[in-house]
Protein backbone atom coordinates (compact mmCIF):
# COMPACT_ATOMS: atom_id res chain seq x y z
CA UNK A 1 0.00 0.00 0.00
CA UNK A 2 2.86 2.27 0.34
CA UNK A 3 1.51 4.53 3.29
CA UNK A 4 3.60 6.11 6.33
CA UNK A 5 3.09 5.33 10.18
CA UNK A 6 1.11 8.28 10.66
CA UNK A 7 -1.02 7.30 7.46
CA UNK A 8 -1.27 4.17 8.95
CA UNK A 9 -2.62 5.86 12.18
CA UNK A 10 -4.87 7.40 10.89
CA UNK A 11 -7.17 4.62 8.95
CA UNK A 12 -6.90 2.58 12.02
CA UNK A 13 -7.75 5.73 13.48
CA UNK A 14 -11.18 5.79 11.10
CA UNK A 15 -11.71 1.62 12.27
CA UNK A 16 -11.75 2.53 15.84
CA UNK A 17 -8.04 1.32 16.71
CA UNK A 18 -6.24 3.35 18.94
CA UNK A 19 -2.71 2.62 18.68
CA UNK A 20 0.38 5.15 18.77
CA UNK A 21 2.75 6.28 15.98
CA UNK A 22 5.47 4.58 18.18
CA UNK A 23 3.64 1.67 18.49
CA UNK A 24 3.33 1.04 14.67
CA UNK A 25 6.84 2.23 14.20
CA UNK A 26 7.66 -0.91 16.12
CA UNK A 27 5.25 -3.05 14.62
CA UNK A 28 6.31 -2.35 11.53
CA UNK A 29 9.97 -3.32 12.57
CA UNK A 30 9.40 -6.15 14.21
CA UNK A 31 7.72 -7.58 10.79
CA UNK A 32 10.38 -6.60 8.81
CA UNK A 33 13.08 -7.99 10.30
CA UNK A 34 11.09 -11.76 10.87
CA UNK A 35 9.89 -11.39 7.32
CA UNK A 36 12.63 -10.93 4.70
CA UNK A 37 10.07 -10.45 1.73
CA UNK A 38 6.25 -9.44 2.12
CA UNK A 39 3.05 -11.54 1.89
CA UNK A 40 1.97 -12.09 -1.67
CA UNK A 41 -1.30 -12.95 -2.67
CA UNK A 42 -2.72 -14.57 -5.87
CA UNK A 43 -6.73 -14.63 -4.95
CA UNK A 44 -8.62 -16.84 -6.39
CA UNK A 45 -12.20 -14.94 -4.02
CA UNK A 46 -11.71 -12.02 -2.65
CA UNK A 47 -14.23 -10.60 -0.96
CA UNK A 48 -15.17 -6.79 -0.31
CA UNK A 49 -16.74 -5.06 2.96
CA UNK A 50 -18.38 -1.20 2.92
CA UNK A 51 -18.33 0.55 6.48
CA UNK A 52 -19.77 4.18 6.95
CA UNK A 53 -17.20 6.23 8.44
CA UNK A 54 -16.87 10.03 9.47
CA UNK A 55 -14.20 11.93 8.78
CA UNK A 56 -13.85 15.90 9.80
CA UNK A 57 -17.72 15.57 10.54
CA UNK A 58 -18.32 13.81 6.97
CA UNK A 59 -19.77 10.70 6.57
CA UNK A 60 -17.66 8.94 4.26
CA UNK A 61 -17.40 5.00 3.19
CA UNK A 62 -14.27 2.85 3.26
CA UNK A 63 -14.26 -0.30 0.95
CA UNK A 64 -11.10 -2.88 1.53
CA UNK A 65 -10.99 -6.10 -0.61
CA UNK A 66 -9.30 -9.18 1.11
CA UNK A 67 -8.36 -12.43 -0.08
CA UNK A 68 -10.21 -14.94 1.64
CA UNK A 69 -7.69 -17.84 1.87
CA UNK A 70 -4.39 -15.92 3.00
CA UNK A 71 -6.62 -12.88 4.63
CA UNK A 72 -3.96 -10.15 3.16
CA UNK A 73 -5.09 -6.91 2.56
CA UNK A 74 -5.62 -6.17 -1.03
CA UNK A 75 -6.69 -2.57 -1.06
CA UNK A 76 -8.66 -0.04 0.43
CA UNK A 77 -9.81 3.18 -0.33
CA UNK A 78 -12.31 5.87 0.74
CA UNK A 79 -15.13 7.66 -1.31
CA UNK A 80 -17.66 10.56 -0.51
CA UNK A 81 -20.74 8.84 -1.11
CA UNK A 82 -22.23 4.72 -0.97
CA UNK A 83 -20.22 3.18 -4.52
CA UNK A 84 -22.53 0.55 -6.58
CA UNK A 85 -21.53 -3.34 -6.29
CA UNK A 86 -19.99 -2.89 -10.50
CA UNK A 87 -18.05 0.74 -9.28
CA UNK A 88 -15.98 -0.82 -6.47
CA UNK A 89 -15.80 -4.07 -8.27
CA UNK A 90 -14.09 -2.28 -11.34
CA UNK A 91 -12.05 -0.02 -8.82
CA UNK A 92 -11.02 -3.76 -7.16
CA UNK A 93 -10.59 -5.31 -10.71
CA UNK A 94 -8.10 -2.38 -12.00
CA UNK A 95 -5.87 -2.69 -9.04
CA UNK A 96 -5.17 -6.20 -10.13
CA UNK A 97 -7.33 -6.93 -6.53
CA UNK A 98 -10.12 -9.40 -9.21
Known sequence: MGLSVREVVAV?????VDRSHGAIWNWTHKLSEEQSDPPTAAPSRVAVDEKQIE????????????????????EID????PQNARVVGAMFESAGCV
Not at 12 to 16: A, I, P, R, V
Open 12 to 16: FELLG
Open 55 to 74: VDGEKKWLYAAIDTESKLLL
Open 78 to 81: VFSR
